[in-house]
């Protein structure tokens, strides 16, 4: 079992950086991804990374604006944000891949989830 911990949420302004990481216990280096959940709205995907951290996947809403990274020595995601609007609010979540996903771009191709960390996007 490879269980993911997210960390580095927080208020920022519009407009301003936050950067996420997320460390999978466990030795299996392995593809990840980041979800999002807002209030009221189903969680969502944002991106996510091979183990080899070569090939990356973002959704439409952040291209240009967040990057998804990796250090495999530390079996830790991150996914710097940039640019970060008030939609942008939301509890974030990183996931590891289940068998056959490397990287994961769906909730269902994923296997373990972290607790989420909460950004908030606001003046």
């Known amino acids: 079992q490879v269980q993911p911990a997210e960390s580095g949420g927080g208020l920022v302004q519009p407009g301003g950086s936050l950067r996420l990481s997320c460390t999978a216990s466990g030795r299996a280096v392995i593809g990840m991804a980041w979800f999002r959940q807002a209030p009221g709205k189903e969680r969502e995907f944002v991106a996510s990374?091979?183990?080899?951290?070569?090939?990356?996947y973002y959704a439409d809403f952040v291209k240009g604006r967040f990057t998804a990274s990796r250090d495999n020595a530390r079996n830790t995601i991150f996914l710097q944000m940039n640019s970060l609007k008030p939609e942008d609010t939301a509890v974030y979540y990183c996931a590891t891949a289940r068998n056959g996903y490397d990287p994961p771009t769906t909730a269902a191709q994923c296997a373990y989830w972290g607790q989420g960390t909460q950004v908030t996007v606001s003046s």
């Open positions: 990374i091979s183990k080899s951290g070569a090939y990356l």
